[in-house]
């Protein structure tokens, strides 16, 4: 059993006191239950914040991607022997662009392989989702469907228009 993803899914039943119960990757494999409702709907967040925290950590790579590409491009434009200053560790440090320009590359390549592995994880996760979903039988249209309702009993009290 592959314990990567867990997930806190409350009382374990027929105990007598609540017990934390730790599933792996949705349910464990030996199970002979379905999960409960609460269960289905625990495991369904957890996937989906995993997503969200990976789409964010996607985004937020992209945005130092972006920040190294400019200092790439302002490199360019300049003499290697310039002095330039870097952040290390919290530290303004200075040193020449010859210096610093080779760890700015390097670091935008080790960025850029995080971002294709974070892409791919992404991948995998969303279509575990697409999985838990149709083994479930989960549909998302009832939540929008109450938010359209309560708007269209807003109209039906004044919704007269006179010319």
């Known amino acids: 059993l592959k314990l990567t993803e867990l997930c806190w899914v409350g009382r374990q039943p027929g105990a007598e006191k609540e017990v934390d119960v730790m599933v792996a990757e949705g349910y464990p494999k030996g199970s002979e239950e379905e999960p409960t409702p609460q269960q289905v709907q625990a495991t369904f967040q957890q996937i ?15 945005q130092e991607l972006n920040e190294h590409s400019l200092v790439l491009k ?3 434009k300049v003499e290697p022997t310039r002095r330039c200053f870097r952040m290390v560790g919290g530290v303004l440090v200075e040193r020449t662009v010859a210096e610093v320009k080779p760890a700015i590359e ?12 974070l892409k791919e994880q992404l991948t995998k996760k969303t279509e575990q989702r697409n999985q838990f979903v149709q083994k479930y039988n989960l ?5 929008a469907k109450p938010q359209a309702a309560a708007s269209s009993s807003k109209g039906e009290g004044g919704g007269s228009v006179l010319v």
């Open 48 to 62: 989906e914040r995993e997503l969200t925290m990976m789409m964010n950590k996607i985004a937020e790579l992209d």
């Open 74 to 76: 302002a490199f360019e």
């Open 106 to 117: 390097g670091n935008t390549e080790k960025i850029s392989t995080a971002v294709t592995q």
């Open 139 to 143: 549909n998302q249209q009832p939540q």
